[in-house]
């Protein structure tokens, strides 16, 4: 029930769902948030390498899949509860094509 | 006369001199400017800032420890710098890039030796604490993590992929390694307790921690609470939690509960259950009050903008509060009057009294993340 309640508060939440984020808050949130596990500046961590070179095989639609839906088994958590899609996509973008700092 | 003047202007100078060569460091401590790779040299007692000092590398989720006489600080890097800084010269003293991707260290209970902790290549590197030249080289061919000091000049530390910790025994000069095997799926990180007795992981891939008794010879895994998460819905784990700031209440431990909006409170002695307490979110660190009568906790992404503390004799929270977007640490007074916030996302750090909650200053600072005061360097485990 607890966790019911968690997800009707990210959901009514503006920050979150549904909402479309500026550029910059996006490139804060890849290299703030997806840094505490790949590092700040990508090269990996306790997650792996997520610069151009080491993502090359996906995608943009595949990769905003797997930041939206997680990896199963792995360390990689879904954040479709936290973004929306087309914000998953722009990430993917930038990832793959964005010149990173 | 006009000898005596003279005289007297130079004893005066003698002084002034003294007084600006003497500097205690007893009170001081660093925090981490994580983005621009720079230290602040901060000031306890003055809740103020001292310098910065610059040019550390990519200091992400750096840490830090401190030599035995408090004048040196170990900063491991996450670009895999090892940055030794002199805080009474307020430099950089010596600096070695030894690995491509670190993730942490110790230093020995003599304090001549520091260890850093390594993903890429995985394994612990060991360094003399003088001259950062390299003792001992340690692969252990996978992420290694939760690495501490444990008495008799030993290091401690676990694999991420194959769930082992070994220890590192250097008290006769080349490492005598003691693998321990069957520590669970996934090891996210470990602690040691205040008297080097218990190393305790964290588990990301099942249910609960494992446990070592090092006073015995030839230490077995100790399961402790291995389905606390069972018949809960699990939650995405958006930041793995910290055990390095575990906190010891009285008799009992308080760990932060992965992929659930809880801590977990362990019995010291046969680590039992003792309870749960509901939190806001997902706790990244858990950290006692010097004096373990209260328990403050962080949260992860998207909630790292609050803090809630907790009273340990009735385990319920007492205070909430939001210091302001991205609360990334915490550090107590070596006493516990006050307590530092790092607040990453308002470039301030924030200094609350622990006993009214109020707000007792706040200090300018770049992105900050850890907070060290040099009271670690008397401590095991930190």
Redesign the interface.
Known sequence: MRSLFVLLAFVCSPAFAGETSSFDDLINLVHQDCGSCHGLTLKGGLGPDIRPDALSHYDVSTLSTVVLDGIPDTAMPPWRPLMSEADAKKIAEYLLHGDLK | MKWLGSAFLAILMVTNLQAETIVSTGDLGLVVE??NGSLLLVDQSERSSITRITGLG?L??ASLVYSPDQRFAYVFG??GGLTKVDIIEKKIADRVVQSG?A?GGAISDDGTLVAVSN??PGGVRIFDADTLDLVADIPTGS?T?GLVDAPGRRFVFTL?DEGETWIADLSSGEPKINKIKDMGR?P?DALITGDGRLYITGL?GEDGLTALDLWDPNPKPIRVLPKYGKG??E??????PHLEGWARAGREFVLPAVGH?QVLWIDGEDLSETGRT?TYGQPVFAMARPDGRQVWVNFA??LNDTIQVIDTLTKKIVHEFKPGP?VLHMEFTPRGHEVWISV?DAGKVMIYDTRTFEKRGEIEAESPSGIFFTSRAHKTGL
Not at chain 2, 235 to 240: C, D, G, R, T
């Open positions: 994580r983005a990519d992400s989720h996450r670009d991707n993730i993903y890429e992420k993590i991420w996934n996210y990301f809960q819905q939650l995405p784990v958006y930041k793995m909006h509901d992404h998207p991205a990453r």
